[in-house]
């Protein structure tokens, strides 16, 4: 049998899987993105699932997705539309209808496209029958028939061989994108180590997978993506949240210290946590605590008792740290806070990603309360903002928030491996044992900080809390001038952290018509399009800021180069205020989406064409 | 991971006294309170740069600005969860909260009983005076019921805590009973609550002079002291009175005080007490009484092995890095699916 399909080079294209939460779909997804890294495509995915564990069989509410965009150029964002959907069921297809491009191939288990399922997807009329598949690619697989043939012989009872039908559209996905099974194999075999009679018949159905999309006349076409250009190295698939928790674990070893981890679980911050905890072996500690409170509290008592301390959270649980953010701010210990941000406010949307944290990390505490705040802007720069904010609260001794958010945390890019030989050495500013000049508020001249004299050093006993302290000798003062003075340095030295961070780099020509001015996640979305319309010709650069508080030295300077600035924001324009509050001379325009999604590519591009084509 | 103890024959109290003037009250038991734990970590066997006073916020939480220790004077209610972070960071610290009736048991209710779940190797004193003092005189959850406080005019219309009943219920393992008026007593509790392995919470009967003045006076005056207070100690049976001839003793499982020499009662009658059985009942009995039917247990009420969390951790950590092939964030970066891209050109 077999034929010779045509075989169309592309240069990146996107897949989305798409089925019920159980249906495997997250794994098909990793598979999938494994294998593009591997014969070296470049990638970004997103998960896309419910907020249930497992919402009820079949409805659009128990649809769980997981979107891939490879590409032999450079990818920077997990796509706005999917030219290849797996639809796993009516409800899936139902759901992700609108996030696919016209003409775009749709694979669907046909088995369970019928009146049953088109009920519970909420369907009237029959999908594929009712004119509104046309312009499409509808490839209908007898997916759940073939693999529960395929599975029989391997005595898997019925729900069990189900599981293995994700291998099926694997098999399938290999064959259209014309790759080497062996790898699909190889897969299995790392994933089911340990239960080899499910690696034989998740094998078998992979199998069958390709051979049906071999067979079958309406795959014609399958794609050939090149492995990816201007990019050498060793690389690794890898999620934002991973990444956090790897930088956490770099740093602390750049500052011989061992790191702890004070958390509660929240969505979507808790695969730092569970990531850390099983780091013993690199001497990291996880305190899961009883709550949000105790988390920070944790790693605040483990700062002041020498460790590298950390605490991860999202939205809600920021909220509630805050009382001891401003503990940390006037004992001036060293504190990581991680908010990996979510749609709020309150519960909200847990699952879905927004920037609505900014003003609460800036300014969410009682009193003059400064911290320094950073943004990471990619899902594999989360471990080099997480290194960043390491360094500059044990070097500065002051709490650092660390802004990431569920489309970073969750979603994956490949990262170029680093060498930790080649990261900054971390030096905080230690005390000796017995240093009489030693004095709890005594300050380094150039960073203001204080220093970091440790419980069980010999001669250095000194007492921190939260009531204000007199300058220097660390006693408890009510004076008024002194509290003035205190407040003033406790600025001081957050704001002379701009020193030691990098200016803004522009991306484009640093004078032009317009500047698109983004901040944290959306980096993705807005470096696309602005290089985009570059090559379009249209007088556009891009200014993303990962350093929040302090700005960059440089900022004013560069919005100075432009006529007009877009402040791009998942949020009611929260960077936008903070700009507009610094930089008072300067025009801010909006664009703002608070509906749980990244920015589509789509639609920035047509907002900048409206404010350059507007003259 | 045991202590570090070092010859210290040469520390006492005052290695531990500061010259900064103590703020509480003309009258306040804490003063005394200070004076014990001055007098008893010399004792412990512990280097004056290994001993952490953390504690919340209240009247008793200014303590760690008295002691010549390191000190960390916290958050409401999360003294606690501070502690916490420090012992789990460096298990080689003696570390003591101080904390009172609001700071623990309302605002930090919860961090109090986890920290007694999880048995992290800290001493918390709780002093408790029945009744906010820094906040000049509402009630607290210690507060009896029917009080006039600030905040309750008619009366407290709330059950009040019994903190050995919560520290019992958090699975606690030590749980001990002093008053302020009796330095002795203290003392040797004090000591006790050092050297167990676990969470020791010591309950200080303590007196607000201003705003809830001879709150314990039933229980701590010279009148009737005697009488209305059992010292229990370990291995001896619970004997108490003026005149040494009242006891405790289990009445078809309930308690009841007898007389010795009435009714046939003799001493082989009396309950001993034992502070170590794992089974904590007779403990939880012996914390909820109450006047007038019997009298306050005082002294170690119970004092129980178990696993301590910090142990555990360092156990797992160790065992981890004997074990584990990934040694540095390098092997852990490089481990698993890694890719080559080479550019074909």
């Known amino acids: 049998m077999g034929k010779n399909p045509k075989v169309i080079h592309v240069e990146d294209i996107v897949v989305k899987f798409a089925g019920d939460s159980g249906d495997g779909m997250q794994l098909t997804g990793s598979q999938f993105s494994d294998t593009s890294a591997f014969i070296g495509n470049d990638l970004s995915t997103f998960p896309d699932y419910p907020a249930e564990i497992r919402a009820p069989q079949g409805t659009i509410a128990g649809v769980s997705g997981f979107q891939v965009h490879i590409g032999e150029k450079e990818i920077t964002t997990p796509g706005d539309q999917a030219d290849v959907l797996v639809a796993m069921n009516p409800a899936a297809l139902k759901a992700n209808m609108k996030w696919i491009k016209n003409g775009a191939t749709i694979i669907i288990d046909i088995d369970h496209f019928d009146n049953k399922h088109y009920k519970k997807a909420g369907y009237v009329e029959d999908p594929l029958h009712d004119g509104s598949m046309e312009g499409y690619n509808v490839v209908k697989a007898p997916i759940t028939m073939l693999t529960r043939d395929t599975a029989k012989p391997f005595g898997l009872d019925q729900k069990t061989a189900d599981r293995t039908r994700n291998q099926f559209v694997a098999g399938l996905l290999y064959w259209l994108f014309n790759r080497d099974i062996k790898l699909g194999e190889d897969f299995l075999s790392n994933k089911f180590k340990s239960k080899p009679d499910l690696v034989k018949a998740n094998i078998a159905v992979l199998h069958a997978g390709y051979n049906y999309a071999e067979t079958i006349e309406a795959l014609s076409t399958t794609f050939m993506v090149d492995p990816v250009k201007n990019k050498k190295g060793l690389f690794r698939n890898i999620t934002g949240n991973q990444a956090t928790a790897w930088g956490l674990l770099a740093a602390a070893e750049r500052a011989d210290k061992s790191l702890f981890l004070g958390s509660y679980p929240i969505t979507p911050a808790t695969e730092i946590l569970q990531e850390i905890s099983s780091r013993k072996h690199l001497g990291a500690v996880a305190f899961q605590a009883e709550d949000e409170i105790a988390g920070i509290s944790s790693a605040i008592g483990a700062s002041f008792a020498g460790r590298l301390s950390a605490t991860t959270t999202s939205g809600p649980g920021l909220a509630l740290k805050g009382e001891a953010i401003g503990l940390a701010v006037i004992t001036e210990l060293p504190l990581v806070i991680v908010d990996v941000q979510r749609g709020g406010p309150s519960t909200g949307l847990p699952t879905k990603t927004e920037q609505s944290d900014l003003m609460q990390a800036l300014y969410g505490r009682s009193g003059e309360s400064p911290v320094v705040v950073l943004a990471a802007s990619t899902p594999a720069n989360c471990f080099d903002y997480a290194f960043e904010a390491s360094k500059i609260a044990l070097e500065h001794m002051t709490p650092v928030i660390l802004l990431t958010d569920g489309y970073l945390a969750n979603g994956s890019e490949l990262w170029n491996i680093p060498s930790t030989d080649n990261l900054p050495k971390i030096k905080p500013p230690l005390v000796e044992d017995n240093d009489d000049t030693y004095q709890p508020y005594k300050r380094d001249p150039e960073k203001l900080n204080r220093f970091w004299a440790i419980p069980g050093q010999e001669g250095l006993r000194h007492r921190v809390g939260g009531l204000e302290k007199e300058d220097v000798t660390g006693n408890v003062s009510h004076d008024a001038l002194n509290h003035q003075v205190m407040v003033n340095l406790r600025q001081q030295k957050v704001d002379k952290v701009v020193d030691f961070i990098p200016e803004l780099q522009v991306i484009g020509d640093s004078e032009g018509e317009l500047l698109v001015i983004g901040w944290g996640g959306t980096y993705g979305g807005l470096v696309s399009a602005v290089n985009d319309m570059r090559k379009e010709g249209y007088g556009i650069s891009l200014a993303h800021f990962n350093y929040i508080n302090p700005l960059p030295k440089n900022t004013a300077e560069v919005l100075s180069g432009f006529k007009k600035k877009i402040v791009c924001e998942i949020n009611m324009g929260q960077f936008a205020f903070y700009l507009r509050s610094k930089f008072q001379k300067h025009e801010f325009q909006q664009f703002n989406k608070v509906q749980g999604l990244p920015f589509f590519i789509s639609e920035l591009k047509e907002k900048f064409r409206e404010i350059l084509d507007a003259k | ?345």
């Open chain 2, 1 to 345: 991971m045991s202590e570090k103890i070092i010859e210290t024959g040469t520390l006492s109290r005052k290695d531990f006294k500061l010259d900064t003037p103590v703020k509480w009250c003309a009258g306040c038991g804490a003063h005394a309170v200070l004076a014990s734990i001055q007098g008893t970590i010399p004792e412990t066997g512990v280097r004056k740069e290994d001993v952490v006073f953390v504690s919340g916020i209240g009247c008793s939480s200014r303590f760690p600005y008295y002691i010549d220790t390191y000190g960390f004077h916290s958050l409401h209610g999360r003294a606690t969860a501070i502690a916490s972070g420090i012992k789990t960071a460096n298990p080689n610290l003696s570390v003591w909260v101080i904390t009172g009736d609001g700071d623990s048991m309302a605002i930090g209710g919860n961090h109090f009983i986890h920290i007694i779940r999880r048995n992290i190797n800290v001493n918390i004193i709780l002093f408790n005076n029945k009744i906010y003092g820094l906040t000049k005189g509402q009630y607290s959850p210690t507060t009896p019921k029917g009080s006039i406080t600030k905040t309750s005019p008619e009366g407290t219309i709330e059950n009040s805590f019994q903190p050995g009943e919560l520290a019992m219920g958090a699975q606690g393992t030590f749980f001990a009973r002093v008053v302020d008026t009796d330095p002795k007593m203290m003392k040797d509790v004090l000591l006790k609550a050092a050297q167990h392995k676990g969470t020791s919470v010591v309950e200080v009967l303590l007196n607000c002079v201003i705003f809830a003045n001879e709150v314990h006076k039933e229980i701590t005056g010279k009148e009737v002291r005697d009488d209305h207070q059992v010292y229990l100690k370990h291995g001896e049976p619970m004997i108490f009175g003026k005149n040494r001839d009242k006891g405790i003793r289990y009445n078809c499982n309930k308690m009841e005080v007898v007389t010795i020499g009435e009714d046939g009662i003799t001493e082989d009658d009396i309950l001993v007490h034992d502070a170590t059985n794992p089974d904590d009942s007779t403990h939880y009995n012996l914390v909820r009484m109450g006047l007038p039917e019997f009298p306050v247990a005082m002294g170690v009420v119970r004092a129980a092995e178990s696993t301590v969390f910090e142990s555990l951790m360092h156990d797992q950590v160790t065992n981890a890095q004997k074990h584990s092939k990934i040694k540095t964030v390098n092997d852990l970066i490089n481990s698993g699916n890694v890719f080559r891209i080479d550019q074909k050109s």
